[in-house]
Structures are given as C-alpha cells and as structure tokens.
C-alpha cells in the first residue's frame, strides 16, 4: 500500500531543489543550491546542499525541480521524502 502525498508525515518544512541522480531504486540525490554572502569579503558565493530523498514509485528523474520535506531516517543517508515533483525536465 503506498501512501498519498497527504498521507506522507513530515517533520519540518519543505524544500525545492533538481534532481542530479536517479540511478538508484527508490533513491534520489537532491541538489539545492543558495547563495551565502562571505563574512569578511562580502562576495556572494553559489553553494549547494545534496540530500538524499526517498521516492517511493520512482516517479522523478534526472533534471526535475521536486519538493522534498524532512522525515524519519529511511537509511543512513536519507532522511528526506519526495513529496511532489515540481516541474518535469524537457525531453531530449
């Protein structure tokens, strides 16, 4: 029995990122990239957090901008569920 999108219990708030791999089963890497401004210099730098959601029927792919939001640890690594996909990558 899979759960729907209302059923999936999160324990914090949402984020947006893009898809960078989808090679493994029920496995996403998440990208979510920011900008943090430097303490001293004041420059902008581009930063970038990887996460590993959870996607329960392998529905995104490679390229697409999802929603993921915190949840009980799965395994090591994944601590994060996909919740919806935002937009779908354009076919090549």
């Given at each position: 029995?899979?759960?729907?999108?209302?059923?999936?219990?999160?324990?914090?708030?949402?984020?947006?990122?893009?898809?960078?791999?989808?090679?493994?089963?029920?496995?996403?890497k998440?990208?979510?990239?920011?900008?943090?401004?430097?303490?001293?210099?004041?420059?902008y730098?581009?930063?970038?957090?990887?996460?590993?959601?959870?996607?329960?029927?392998?529905?995104?792919?490679?390229?697409?901008?999802?929603?993921?939001?915190?949840?009980?640890?799965?395994?090591?690594?994944k601590?994060?569920?996909?919740?919806?996909?935002?937009?779908?990558?354009?076919?090549?």
């Amino acid at each position: 029995m899979t759960k729907t999108n209302a059923e999936i219990k999160t324990h914090g708030p949402a984020r947006i990122g893009v898809v960078e791999s989808d090679k493994r089963d029920k496995t996403r890497k998440v990208v979510i990239s920011y900008l943090a401004k430097h303490p001293k210099y004041g420059k902008y730098l581009r930063k970038r957090t990887v996460l590993h959601a959870h996607d329960e029927n392998n529905e995104a792919h490679r390229g697409d901008r999802v929603e993921v939001a915190p949840c009980r640890p799965i395994s090591k690594t994944k601590t994060w569920t996909i919740v919806r996909v935002v937009d779908k990558a354009p076919q090549v």
